[in-house]
């Protein structure tokens, strides 16, 4: 990418207990390239910022009783409100373990817009309350447990930053990814051409682009079936005039 945007086309606000986190990961490799020459722009804000008590208290213990403590509803009110100004329509996002997974389609969807504001959940999660009346989307990265959620806003961002115009040198790379098509991306060879008596195949070195093509389809397809069965369940293969087996 070159040049310098005047513009950033896509905003990101995360709310977080640790805004020291930030942008981590993101100010490196592509993102942080694109972060520099401003084809899209991060603020983080800190939720603590919004307490009005000496102890800047953002948390409780849970109704009903449990273990943990749970991020009150005022406080995360607070923070939302305060870094949505009237007249931001940007997605509200509470990165989420119960949340609905990610995947290419939504990350598409975000990068096509304005940006989103990211809530960074904490301790046994958010009041619900809140989550109700911001209109919060719920959004997960995986089915397992993290200490918090800006790692998985990391991931968000890093998914949706990659695939802005401009930030990728090569377009084309971005539509012929893993998920992109419905199917886990086919295998990959470079030089040399004989690797501990390994070769690459043939076919690609053969200079028959269809040939080449029809292979990589068939060994994503083939990949995609053993591997991701979710996947292959619900993939509708191109009409080349042969089923899916």
């Known amino acids: ?11 990101a606000t995360v709310l977080t207990l640790y805004p020291e986190m930030f942008p981590g990961p993101l100010g490196l490799s592509l993102a942080g390239r694109a972060l520099e020459n401003g084809a899209w722009e991060l603020e983080t ?7 009005t008590d000496r102890h800047r208290t953002v948390d409780d213990t ?3 009783g449990g273990a943990g403590m749970v991020l009150k509803p005022d406080i995360v ?11 931001d329509t940007r997605p509200r996002l ?10 290419q389609a939504r990350v598409r969807d975000l ?16 009041d619900e309350r809140v989550i109700e009346a911001r209109g919060l989307e719920e959004v997960s990265i995986g089915d397992y447990i993290l200490s918090g959620g800006e790692l998985g806003a990391m991931v968000l ?23 992109e098509t419905g199917l886990l991306e086919h295998p990959h060879y470079t030089r040399p051409q004989v690797w501990e008596d390994r070769a690459i195949p043939e076919v ?4 028959d682009h269809g040939r080449i093509a029809r292979w990589r389809l068939e060994k994503a397809q083939g990949l995609t079936r053993e591997r991701r069965p979710d996947l292959w369940e619900r993939y509708t293969p191109p009409q080349t005039g042969r089923k899916k087996k």
């Not at 804000?45 to 307490?51: C, E, F, L, S, T």
């Not at 509470?94 to 995947?103: E, I, N």
């Open 204 to 207: 690609l070195l053969s200079g």
């Open 111 to 126: 990068g096509a817009g304005e940006g989103a504001v990211i809530l960074c959940g904490r301790f046994e999660g958010v």
């Open 94 to 103: 509470l990165m989420s373990p119960r949340g609905k997974p990610l995947d």
């Open 157 to 179: 961002l890093d998914a949706v930053v990659r695939l802005l115009p401009g930030v990728m040198g090569n377009a084309e790379s971005g539509e012929t990814e893993s998920f």
């Open 1 to 11: 990418m070159t040049g310098t945007a005047t513009e950033p086309m896509f905003r």
């Open 45 to 51: 804000r800190n939720i603590r910022d919004v307490a």
């Open 77 to 87: 009110a607070a923070a939302i409100d305060a870094a949505c100004p009237e007249g």
């Open 62 to 64: 849970p109704a009903g």
